[in-house]
T-cell receptor, first 115, second 114 residues
Framework: KAGVTQTPRYLIKTRGQQVTLSCSPISGHRSVSWYQQTPGQGLQFLFEYFSETQRNKGNFPGRFSGRQFSNSRSEMNVSTLELGDSALYLC??????????????FGPGTRLTVL | AQSVAQPEDQVNVAEGNPLTVKCTYSVSGNPYLFWYVQYPNRGLQFLLKYITGDNLVKGSYGFEAEFNKSQTSFHLKKPSALVSDSALYFCAVKISTNAGKSTFGDGTTLTVKP
């Protein structure tokens, strides 16, 4: 099976712009989660989508949003970018019988730099 | 609320020696515990997990971890370290009511010297 793919891999934006990141989960996986990884804050949970519905949400401002399509692909949007949004954004999918006991499979990430 | 602590930012061991990377957790209810490894400029790779049953779980690349409920710990171990084990290791916890949310520790950089 193909792994989790994320596009683009690298992105450079300026403050105030918006950005959309894309994630394609492993075939058959219905849960897609997004994380922000920074040196100072570590790995922070953004949100999780399951069967096109947001099931969990982390403590991020409303500028961060996402959605999931019927084929389980997911997009994450950040509006009005700030310098502090510079980070590696990781997407993870999990499948099988849905449950917290499932491990997550991570994509390579999108490296966002805000200038 | 759920949290994970990895008390050591850095662990250094010599090749061939045993290694331990420490992890403690705090959750309400039963935890599902995971270890992931991250190589430079890559996403995280799953190593092993504890769900229930035997406290000693075995995973990929010769790694194992021991779940200790009384000490709320889930330390990662390997009997004989390899230089190629050098990477960033994350411990994570999930609970049944938040199936898609992993809470991660801050990570421990493991360096194995020849």
């Amino acid at each position: 099976k193909a792994g989790v793919t994320q596009t683009p891999r690298y992105l450079i934006k300026t403050r105030g712009q918006q950005v959309t990141l894309s994630c394609s989960p492993i075939s058959g996986h219905r849960s897609v989660s997004w994380y922000q990884q920074t040196p100072g804050q570590g790995l922070q949970f953004l949100f999780e989508y399951f069967s096109e519905t947001q099931r969990n949400k982390g403590n991020f401002p409303g500028r961060f949003s996402g959605r999931q399509f019927s084929n389980s692909r997911s997009e994450m949007n950040v509006s009005t970018l700030e310098l502090g949004d510079s980070a590696l954004y990781l997407c993870a999918s999990s499948g099988g019988r849905e449950g917290a006991y499932n491990e997550q499979f991570f994509g390579p990430g999108t490296r966002l730099t805000v200038l | 609320a759920q949290s994970v602590a990895q008390p050591e930012d850095q662990v250094n061991v010599a090749e061939g020696n045993p290694l331990t990377v420490k992890c403690t957790y705090s959750v309400s209810g039963n935890p599902y515990l995971f270890w992931y490894v991250q190589y430079p400029n890559r996403g995280l790779q799953f190593l092993l997990k504890y769900i229930t049953g035997d406290n000693l779980v075995k995973g990929s690349y010769g790694f194992e971890a021991e779940f200790n409920k009384s000490q709320t710990s889930f330390h990662l171990k390997k009997p004989s370290a390899l230089v190629s084990d050098s990477a960033l290791y994350f411990c994570a916890v999930k609970i049944s009511t938040n199936a898609g949310k992993s809470t991660f520790g801050d990570g421990t950089t493991l360096t194995v010297k020849p």
